[in-house]
């Protein structure tokens, strides 16, 4: 499901594994790093995450050309293991913007999960929110292969 691409974009997802796997892939940093991404020859190089409120994460990426891509934030809300609410802000916002606001609202369906995925916030260009809900995509179906090897 998309939202208006000038205000943001939701997507959700179900995973074939139980809701403290799924939330531990997203506060763990190894596993987050690992899906975080997708396919892109672009790895997470550095990657730190402090999940509580207040708790600020930050990942490096290095480009093919030698370049780094720089995301971090700060965790609004965590609600283990169903909730969490971060900021994520890239190398191309400005120095004093708060970033996108991220949530994820994860529920248990038998030994499956449900997420729910928001990300806005109006700094992006709709087409910058187009990209950004395919490339969300892209990661939730690695996520997806990474829950299902564990």
Not at 7 to 23: I, N
């Amino acid at each position: 499901m998309t939202q208006q691409p000038s205000q943001g974009f939701a997507l959700s997802r179900t995973f074939e594994a139980p809701l403290e796997r799924v939330f531990a892939a997203w506060t763990t940093p190894e596993h987050f790093a690992h899906w975080f991404g997708g396919e892109l020859a672009v790895p997470v190089e550095r990657m730190t995450m402090d999940v509580r409120p207040g708790g600020v994460w930050s990942l490096v990426m290095h480009t093919p050309d030698g370049g780094e891509l720089p995301f971090s934030g700060v965790y609004q809300e965590v609600a283990a293991p169903e909730r969490l609410v971060f900021t994520l802000k890239d190398a191309f916002a400005p120095e004093d913007a708060a970033g996108e606001t991220v949530r994820v609202a994860l529920a248990a369906r038998g030994d499956r999960t449900e997420m729910a995925f928001r990300q806005d916030g109006g700094n992006l260009t709709a087409g910058q929110y187009q990209q950004a809900e395919e490339g969300w995509s892209g990661f939730f179906d690695r996520l997806a292969a990474l829950l299902a090897r564990a």
